[in-house]
């Protein structure tokens, strides 16, 4: 089996999930669909287009739920897409963490990292914007000698 984790930004433009979708599908696809393993927090962005890809592709999916009120937290668009990506994990770590806090996806983060055999990071190579953000989970990554593939369409700025 090949792990494989991610991290990346939420709120992306239309273009920017397409690319996002594009680089993961062929990143994904170069690994047998019976060996494949996603793990995600399934957030929306980066995360569920992930998840969804992984499954797409015919690879298991496990999920990190960073606490109890995670969903919560989440937009309200993204819930049902939520709720079906979690549906379809065999796996689901739920972290002890009662408040979604930036310390529990932090937490999660590195849960993810730990377990992945490589990271895909949807990075725009700028720094976090608050503690547990993208660059402080590659930050982690790159501390525990994980392979990471950075995917971020060329000359974008996030928003």
């Not at 690994?31 to 287009?49: E, F, M, N």
């Not at 937290?73 to 002890?96: E, F, I, K, M, N």
Request: hydrophobic share 40%; aromatic share 6%; glycine share 8%.
């Amino acid at each position: 089996m090949v792990t494989i984790g991610i991290t990346g930004h939420r709120g992306l433009t239309a273009d920017i999930e397409d690319y996002v979708r594009r680089e993961i599908r062929r990143i994904l696809s170069a690994i047998p669909a019976d060996q494949l393993t996603g793990v995600s927090c399934l957030a929306d962005g980066a995360d569920s287009i992930f998840a969804e890809v992984v499954l797409e592709l015919g690879g298991r999916l496990s999920a990190v739920v960073p606490a109890n009120a995670y969903r919560d937290g989440l937009p309200t668009s993204h819930r049902v897409s939520y709720d079906q990506l979690l549906d379809a994990a065999y796996r689901v770590q739920r972290l002890d963490f009662q408040d979604s806090t930036s310390e529990a996806h932090m937490e999660a983060s590195r849960v993810i990292v730990n377990d992945a055999d490589e990271l895909i990071a949807v990075w725009d190579g700028e720094p976090a914007r608050g503690y547990g953000g993208t660059a402080d989970v590659i930050t982690y990554a790159r501390l525990q000698g994980i392979p990471i593939r950075i995917v971020w369409p060329p000359n974008t700025k996030r928003d």
